[in-house]
């Protein structure tokens, strides 16, 4: 191969490479390289979840045992997997409390965060 070739060849491949490249330019929601897709990355509002939420409504937790004993339920207990979430229910519940699961106020979970997170659970596309 000469040495043109071989410079077009290098050239094509890293053309290859630039759409990624302008997303990771223009996207701070991926942190790091390569670049991973928009599928593989978890959301802000599941972000939110696992760490404010996940100790009690992830498997294993004490919110998601209490709900899967409740009549009715469906997904186990566990709040990702239903589809009957709505944002308002979901911040209603979080600010005043409900039965078991004490109130979480703004100081703990901002009012933004708390929408990404509800978003998420109401599997809202944000
Ligand atoms: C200390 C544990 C705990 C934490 C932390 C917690 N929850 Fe809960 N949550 C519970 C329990 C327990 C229940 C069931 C309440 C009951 O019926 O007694 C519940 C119920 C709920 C419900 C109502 C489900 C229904 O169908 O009635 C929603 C929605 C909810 N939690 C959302 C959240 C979100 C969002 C967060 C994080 C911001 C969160 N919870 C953090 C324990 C917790």
């Given at each position: 191969?000469?040495?043109?070739?071989?410079?077009?060849?290098?050239?094509?491949?890293?053309?290859?490479?630039?759409?990624?490249?302008?997303?990771?330019?223009?996207?701070?929601?991926?942190?790091?390289?390569?670049?991973?897709?928009?599928?593989?990355?978890?959301?802000?509002?599941?972000?939110?979840?696992?760490?404010?939420?996940?100790?009690?409504?992830?498997?294993?937790?004490?919110?998601?045992?209490?709900?899967?004993?409740?009549?009715?339920?469906?997904?186990g207990?566990?709040?990702?997997?239903?589809?009957?979430?709505i944002?308002?229910?979901?911040?209603?519940?979080v600010?005043?409390?409900?039965?078991?699961?004490?109130?979480?106020?703004?100081?703990?979970?901002s009012?933004?965060?708390?929408?990404?997170?509800?978003?998420?659970?109401?599997?809202?596309?944000?």
């Amino acid at each position: 191969m000469s040495v043109r070739q071989f410079s077009l060849l290098l050239l094509a491949a890293a053309s290859l490479q630039l759409p990624a490249v302008a997303q990771q330019a223009t996207s701070a929601a991926s942190p790091v390289w390569p670049p991973v897709s928009e599928a593989a990355a978890p959301s802000q509002g599941e972000v939110l979840f696992a760490v404010t939420c996940g100790r009690c409504h992830r498997a294993g937790g004490m919110g998601t045992g209490i709900l899967s004993r409740r009549p009715g339920i469906v997904a186990g207990g566990l709040l990702e997997q239903r589809e009957d979430l709505i944002v308002p229910f979901v911040q209603t519940v979080v600010r005043r409390g409900s039965g078991n699961m004490p109130r979480i106020s703004r100081g703990e979970v901002s009012d933004p965060e708390l929408a990404l997170i509800a978003a998420y659970l109401a599997k809202e596309k944000k």
